[in-house]
């Protein structure tokens, strides 16, 4: 079975700042890995996914994740935090080959400091 | 743009009631899932459904159902609501290996 832990519940960070949210993953095969952004009263929607090929991979809004399999961790990266990030960030994995079910993080809301 | 629908997005209801949540994807979508979100405990699985009258159990399956008679929409059912039922509800939906996109949620509360 797979697991996800996120280490810190709450971040916050300056205006400006590098934002770093991490995640590290059990999995006994090769893993799906994914982070989903979820504003105040939204649902979840996808910031990048990691399937095979580059580990260093891009998604919306100037975040990249970086697979590392050797650390099991896909820490979410952003260089320079604007107030808009202010959101719960999940990291969730999935066994390879198969989206049907997700294992989330427990989640880390991020505060973006003016 | 996929869409996933849910059919309110705040629902009180009282301890005892029969609470049904509705949810419609617009992208024909093969599987579709539930979750409850709990503070600190992020999303948890209650059942997903890979295909039409298909369904499987997830994390916690316990005082829910679910029906899915048309691809489209899977519903969830609480058969007799309590209040450690009080909680947000998410519904997805995915293609057979791909990311899962979400509704907005349901945030019901039983009294």
């Known amino acids: 079975a797979q697991s996800v832990t996120q280490l810190g519940s709450h971040v916050s960070v300056s205006e400006g700042a590098l934002v770093l949210l991490r995640c590290n993953y059990s999995?006994?095969?090769?893993?799906?890995l994914f982070w989903y952004v979820q504003y105040p009263n939204q649902g979840l929607q996808l910031l990048l996914k990691?399937?095979?090929?580059?580990?260093l991979v891009k998604g919306i809004n100037g975040f990249e994740a970086e697979f590392k399999k050797s650390e099991t961790s896909f820490h979410l990266t952003k260089p320079s935090a604007h107030m808009s990030d202010a959101a719960e960030y999940f990291c969730?994995?999935?066994?390879?080959?198969?989206?049907?079910?997700?294992?989330f993080g427990s989640g880390t809301q991020l505060t973006v400091l003016p | 743009d996929v869409k996933v629908t849910q059919s309110s997005r705040y629902l009180v209801k009282r301890t005892g009631e029969k609470v049904f949540l509705e949810c419609v994807q617009d992208?024909?979508?093969?599987?579709m899932f539930w979750y409850r979100q709990d503070p600190g405990l992020g999303l948890r699985l209650i059942y997903f459904?890979?295909?039409?009258?298909?369904?499987e159990k997830g994390d916690i399956p316990e005082g829910y159902s679910v029906s899915r008679e048309k691809k489209e929409r899977f519903s969830l059912i609480l058969e007799s609501a309590s209040t450690n039922q009080t909680s947000m509800y998410l519904c997805?939906?995915?293609?057979?290996?791909?990311?899962?996109?979400f509704g907005p949620g349901t945030r019901l509360t039983v009294t």
């Open positions: 997805a939906s995915s293609m057979r290996f791909d990311e899962q996109y």
């Open positions: 999995s006994s095969v090769p893993p799906y």
């Open positions: 990691y399937t095979t090929g580059a580990t």
């Open positions: 969730a994995v999935s066994i390879s080959g198969s989206a049907r079910q997700l294992t």
């Open positions: 992208m024909d979508h093969e599987n």
């Open positions: 459904s890979y295909d039409v009258k298909m369904k």
